[in-house]
């Protein structure tokens, strides 16, 4: 059983290409044996905020994957790391789950639940409210930046899609006039970086295996990586932007990386 590229590091998304929701993508457990059998590395990379690193680790495992914490690179640390360069221990407020609001506290933040602070973190936030967009609101007509995790419009689930950081990030920007400075999720060469840190290989050598073609798939020309779509997740096999976009390989899923 044989990889079908021959990299080194192997980038993997989470949503859509290895599970969707509670149920692994068939075939998954036994490509990533094969690749770290192969001596591949491999790690896995997610836009998604709402789980801690071990709390996906932990996920993997249990569907059949062995992971460590370590494994895992999400949005939530990608963020924290990056406004910890620009602003250390500032101020802010945040329109997120609570496993983004430890990792920033956990970064140094003063996390604050009212508009006196100095950014406004955007994130996938399942509690999204009014009262959240007001103090949004006030916080930036007080001076606040603004920042964001990622910037998917929806997130694959058993069954469907439900809404994503897009929508917040698009609520915020339009009762502000304000627009995020900074989005550290894929496709921005933030997350890469810490990505590929973790793998120890540069660009040329890594590959990314993902479900999106905005995220995954253009990050990964824009940078220099192999790049894989999986028809798994969110995109579809008749989607114009598969023959624009030109992966190097498209499978209909995980399973088909192996030969």
């Known amino acids: 059983m044989a990889p079908r590229l021959p990299h080194r590091g192997w980038l993997f998304d989470l949503d859509g290409t290895v ?4 149920a692994l993508i068939p075939g998954a ?13 491999v790690a896995f990379l997610s836009n998604k905020p709402l789980q801690t690193r ?8 249990r569907l059949g994957v062995p992971a460590a914490a370590e494994d895992v690179v999400n949005s939530s640390l990608v963020l924290a790391r990056h406004l910890a360069t620009l602003d250390p221990g500032a101020p802010v407020f945040v329109i997120g789950e ?3 609001v430890s990792e920033l506290a956990a970064h140094g933040f003063e996390v604050r639940a009212d508009h006196r602070v100095r950014w406004v973190v955007i994130a ?6 009014y009262a959240k967009l007001n103090t949004a609101l006030q916080a930036v007509r007080q001076g606040a930046r603004l920042i964001a995790t990622n910037p998917d419009r929806t997130c694959p689930v058993e069954g ?29 060469p933030i997350i890469l970086e810490v990505a590929l840190g973790r793998l120890g290989v540069p660009a040329r050598d890594a590959v990314i295996v993902g ?20 028809l798994s997740g969110v995109t579809r096999a008749d989607d114009p932007r598969v023959a624009e976009i030109a992966p190097d390989l ?6 088909e990386l192996i030969r």
């Open 19 to 22: 599970y969707r929701g509670e």
């Open 29 to 41: 457990a036994e490509t990533l044996a094969a690749l770290r059998a192969a001596g591949r590395r």
């Open 54 to 61: 071990a709390d996906y680790a932990a996920k993997l495992t």
């Open 98 to 100: 609570p496993p983004l």
């Open 124 to 129: 996938f936030d399942r509690t999204f409210d």
């Open 160 to 188: 469907g899609e439900i809404p994503d950081c897009a929508g917040m990030t698009a609520a915020v920007e339009a009762v502000t006039g304000k627009t995020v400075e900074v989005i550290v999720g894929k496709p921005s």
């Open 211 to 230: 479900d999106r073609i905005e995220t995954d798939i253009v990050m990964g020309k824009r940078l220099g990586l192999g790049t894989v779509l999986v």
């Open 250 to 255: 498209v499978l209909p899923s995980i399973r």
